[in-house]
DNA sequence: TCCTATACATAGATTATCTATGTATAATAT
DNA sequence: ATATTATACATAGATAATCTATGTATAGGA
């Protein structure tokens, strides 16, 4: 299935922090995690990650170093902070509460079971 | 809560589209209920739902008609179309693989329990 | 030696939504 | 009667997230 792009819109900021606090990453890295972890509907550009990583390492939300492979090539690692993790908090909150209240404006209880 | 706009992103389509599989409904009324059903969640804008109606007008998704009120009011309804009701379906489709797929970003398997 | 995958980066386009504003009428309060 | 507020539709321009396109550079395999 090809899902509308602007459905993405926000939610990619989340994913990207969940998937440093399982531990640091480097961006093409999170890139090919996202594709494989969903089954190709996330497909993330490069020209979407680094910007989004750019602005979150101002925010404070992560951090980043440089380490280099046996192979000489050097890479950019990512690592959340405690900042970072706070975010993440308030963004699945925040999620979730929207995914409910998507489901009760489509599936609106009757009035007699309402609070 | 106040949830990041960036969220709604697409998914105002499809709660449109299943507000008017109800029945026909004028823009005000759309926006009430929106806010109603949601907590206020979703307080949309005229600026937002208006262009969106006429977007789907164009698209065959809705058609829309004049209606009286009794007060002399003019208002503006709208009622989904068999072409309507079938973008309906595709989106809360693609709606509910979007959501899956963030989960396994979110919550990836470990590899012994994969398919 | 050439091609592909890796790796990071930026500029500009696209699009959904918002803010701001405008017009007009009905209902309510003073 | 008059003023205010809610209703009702509408458009223009701003904002922000993502995309497309492009660039640079290196590693690894054919």
Same mark, same amino acid.
């Given at each position: +299935?090809?899902?509308?792009?602007?459905?993405?819109? %926000?939610?990619?900021? +989340?994913?990207?922090?969940?998937?440093?606090?399982?531990?640091?990453?480097?961006?093409?890295?999170?890139?090919?995690?996202?594709?494989?972890?969903?089954?190709?509907?996330?497909?993330?550009?490069?020209?979407?990650?680094?910007?989004?990583?750019?602005? +979150?390492?101002?925010? %404070?939300?992560?951090?980043?170093?440089?380490?280099?492979?046996? %192979? %000489?090539? /050097?890479?950019?690692?990512?690592?959340?902070?405690?900042?970072?993790?706070?975010?993440?908090?308030?963004?699945?909150?925040?999620?979730?509460?929207?995914?409910?209240? /998507?489901?009760?404006? +489509?599936?609106?209880?009757?009035?007699?079971?309402?609070?």
């Amino acid at each position: +299935m090809n899902i509308d792009k602007s459905l993405l819109s %926000g939610s990619y900021g +989340m994913m990207i922090l969940s998937l440093l606090k399982e531990r640091e990453k480097y961006g093409y890295q999170m890139i090919n995690e996202l594709a494989l972890r969903s089954d190709d509907t996330f497909k993330m550009k490069e020209g979407t990650l680094y910007p989004i990583l750019h602005s +979150m390492e101002k925010q %404070g939300y992560v951090e980043s170093f440089e380490k280099k492979t046996d %192979g %000489g090539r /050097v890479r950019r690692y990512y690592r959340i902070t405690k900042k970072g993790l706070k975010a993440l908090e308030e963004k699945k909150a925040m999620w979730k509460e929207y995914l409910s209240k /998507v489901n009760a404006v +489509m599936e609106p209880k009757p009035l007699e079971s309402r609070g």
